[in-house]
């Protein structure tokens, strides 16, 4: 079955940097576009980034835009989101997808398949 292990969450202080890792299994991983969302504690879950089944085309919401950096490993199965210059406001546990598709989308709903999260907490 799919599935998608997020890794390489914690603890950091603001100004930090933190790389997250998704390795993808069961799928194959050339066909899916990957998608970065986060949910922080009351809020609903919201759009991060993603990019396409290609690599060739990525895409950020402005909340992190300048700040974060997505790409993807062919030969692992491995998406990766970099995220720099972390603030306490991008506390939150952070989700990858998966969406059968040439391009990623903003939008949670289209997804197909989802990991269990990772925590990502940023002190002031």
């Known amino acids: 079955q799919v599935q998608l292990v997020e890794s390489g969450g914690g603890l950091v202080q603001a100004g930090g940097s933190l790389r997250l890792s998704c390795a993808a299994s069961?799928?194959?991983?050339?066909?899916?576009?990957m998608g970065w969302f986060r949910q922080a504690p009351g809020k609903e879950r919201e759009f991060v980034g993603y990019?396409?089944?290609?690599?060739?085309?990525?895409s950020y919401a402005d909340s992190v835009k300048g700040r974060s950096t997505i790409s993807r490993d062919s030969a692992k199965n491995t998406v990766y989101l970099q995220m720099n210059s972390l603030k306490p406001e991008d506390t939150a546990v952070y989700y990858c997808?998966?969406?059968?598709?040439?391009?990623?989308?903003?939008?949670?709903?289209?997804?197909?398949?989802w990991g269990v999260g990772t925590q990502v907490t940023v002190s002031s």
């Open positions: 069961g799928l194959t991983f050339s066909t899916y576009s």
């Open positions: 990019i396409s089944a290609s690599g060739s085309m990525t």
């Open positions: 997808a998966a969406i059968i598709s040439y391009s990623g989308t903003i939008y949670s709903h289209d997804y197909n398949y």
